[in-house]
């Protein structure tokens, strides 16, 4: 009976040991990676229009060259800065091949660009002051992206809607007044960042080149016309809106 067991316990003995080596046998099992989480990327593609405000400095220098329609040497009559506020909008699209994004835009603002000094040149004291009352940009974008983030360069042409006047310092009456539609060319650069679907925020610089024109006056009752060449160069520094009419973020895996 003993011998009965001892034979049963050590078939058992077998038939574990046996099973372990099978088992160890086997393969192990394949773990499978699950798939990476999808990045998302933001596509820039699309129109866009957006609104904008900032401040402005328009730097002006004025030089007489003729009174009364007769030529004179040309004499400086010092310079000014025309400083204030813009606020308007924006309207463009942009296009996004890998990371480098690609547009055209236009962009109006309304300005209150106001600055004068003394002329240098008078036998009675007068002020020569500029307003500049609105400024207008047509400009092509290069821009590299990082995912939401964008910094762009531009460049095109400018234009600005400038008044001129020139009053007597003791009485503030104006004596001579003008004003002129001026084109001129623009660069600039800015950075932008995408808070929301659609929706970015931008901060952007721009400096105009308008150049010199020659300026006249008309006579009025009061005094004759003259001319002057006066050279104007603006920078603007504006905090942009935009919304964005375009495809949806894609998965980027």
Not at 24 to 52: C, E, H, V
Not at 63 to 69: D, E, F, H, M, P
Request: one cysteine or more.
């Amino acid at each position: 009976m003993r011998r009965f067991a001892v034979v049963a316990a050590g078939a058992l003995t077998i038939a574990a040991f046996a099973s372990g080596a099978s088992a160890a046998d086997l393969p192990a099992r394949t773990y499978t990676k699950a798939p990476p989480m999808a990045a998302p990327l933001y596509d820039w593609s699309g129109f866009y229009i957006g609104i904008n405000g900032g401040g402005g400095w328009s730097h002006e220098c004025w030089t007489i060259t003729s009174v009364a329609g007769v030529a004179v040497f040309p004499n400086s009559e010092g310079c000014h800065n025309a400083t204030g506020g813009v606020v308007g909008g924006q309207l463009g699209y942009r296009w996004q091949a890998a990371n480098w994004v690609f547009g055209v835009e236009g962009q109006g603002d309304w300005a209150n660009l106001t600055g004068s000094n003394p002329s240098l040149t008078a036998i009675i004291p007068y002020m020569n002051q500029t307003k500049v009352d609105a400024i207008g940009l047509l400009t092509g974008q290069v821009g590299y992206a990082w995912n939401n983030v964008l910094w762009y360069v531009k460049g095109g042409a400018a234009v600005t809607d400038n008044n001129y006047s020139s009053f007597f310092t003791a009485t503030g009456i104006v004596w001579n007044q003008t004003g002129e539609t001026r084109w001129g060319g623009a660069a600039g650069t800015g950075l932008e960042f995408s808070f929301a679907p659609n929706w970015s925020v931008a901060v952007e610089y721009d400096h105009l080149f308008m150049g010199n024109h020659n300026v006249t006056f008309p006579p009025t009752a009061i005094a004759v016309g003259r001319s002057d060449t006066i050279s104007q160069n603006v920078d603007m520094g504006t905090v942009r809106v935009n919304y964005r009419f375009g495809g949806p973020v894609v998965a980027k895996y």
